[in-house]
């Protein structure tokens, strides 16, 4: 459930009435960290992707057909993939990844479908292709890579912690009995499990929720990917992101397993990213908070 994200959402439990007098945010739920399991030491070589080559194939051709590409993402992870609050328009960098992707494979960058989905749906969309694509801040993990395929890594966060400026939690030592919240379905919530398991931890549906729920003191602490977390510290400007990485976190391009012919289109288009300085131009734009970066992760391939 966690590293796959296969099945629909649930609650985890049943919140305590002493957690809080305000209402938790719909689906949020508390559990003890030693009630998860914790998250493997990635073992295999998920990262290694296909070859670029843009010569297409039959999946390709299809798209090319139909006219448009199908990319699931979400609207609640700001930076990566939210609303414009002005125009009601989807926005932010991996938002602009699967444009260029469309500009690569279609020739527009406007021809391009975007379906939201939860963290719950993101592989099982592409294994019964209701999407091509997936560009979700999505983590590349061994277990993932058994169900679908990924691009070469475009994006390497890193999980760390998100807290209230006068807050005492400086790390993750500081987290013994304290609320720490993170997103159902994903690898950051095996993560805390793992390395706070005295912490109780507030499992909820969307990122923002765990804003919200840092904003009314339902939490102590928030915990995923550094790009999410300045995301919402760029909302709440009296959070800070605090204490080492706890996981790696490459992000890929989720596809179909059997679509080969994608994956190594997709591939290409990520490499004219980096080739062309379009891949650095989008980070500046929307992720510039993070830090300057020179240049984009190096790709592997396993062929």
Same mark, same amino acid.
């Given at each position: 459930? #966690? ?27 508390? +559990? ?33 057909? !139909?006219? !448009?590409?199908? +990319? ?42 975007? !379906? ?5 749906? =993101? ?29 070469? +890594? ?50 909820? @549906? ?8 840092? @904003?009314?003191? @339902? ?54 990213? =980096? ?11 929307? #992720? ?16």
């Amino acid at each position: 459930l #966690l590293l796959t994200g296969c099945a629909t959402a649930q609650p985890l439990a049943t919140v305590s009435a002493s957690l809080t007098t305000l209402p938790l945010p719909n689906g949020a739920s508390a +559990v003890p960290s030693t009630s998860i399991p914790g998250a493997a030491v990635e073992s295999c070589d998920a990262t290694a992707s296909l070859r670029p080559s843009a010569a297409g194939g039959p999946s390709v051709d299809a798209i090319r057909q !139909r006219g !448009r590409l199908i +990319v699931g993402t979400d609207q609640s992870t700001n930076l990566f993939s939210f609303r414009d609050p002005l125009s009601g328009e989807l926005q932010g960098f991996d938002v602009d990844i699967a444009r260029e992707i469309a500009r690569d494979l279609l020739g527009d960058p406007d021809k391009v479908e975007f !379906r939201l989905l939860a963290s719950s749906e =993101r592989l099982t969309a592409l294994e019964d292709r209701t999407v091509d694509l997936v560009a979700k801040a999505t983590t590349i993990t061994c277990a993932r890579a058994e169900q679908i395929a990924f691009s070469s +890594v475009y994006f390497e966060a890193s999980q760390r912690l998100l807290v209230p400026k006068d807050s005492p939690i400086r790390g993750p030592a500081d987290l013994a009995g304290k609320r720490v919240c993170s997103q159902v379905d994903t690898t950051s919530l095996a993560t805390v499990a793992r390395i706070a398991p005295t912490a109780t931890l507030l499992a909820v @549906q969307n990122w923002d929720d765990c804003l919200v729920a840092l @904003q009314q003191g @339902q939490a102590d602490a928030a915990s995923t990917d550094n790009s999410i977390l300045a995301g919402m510290a760029v909302q709440d400007p009296n959070l800070e992101i605090v204490g080492p990485s706890l996981e790696a976190e490459p992000y890929g391009i989720g596809i179909n397993k059997s679509q080969e012919d994608l994956v190594r289109a997709v591939n290409a288009s990520l490499q004219r990213m =980096r080739d062309d300085g379009t891949w650095l131009a989008l980070y500046n734009k929307w #992720l510039s908070v993070l830090g300057p970066l020179t240049a984009a992760p190096a790709p592997k391939y396993r062929d």
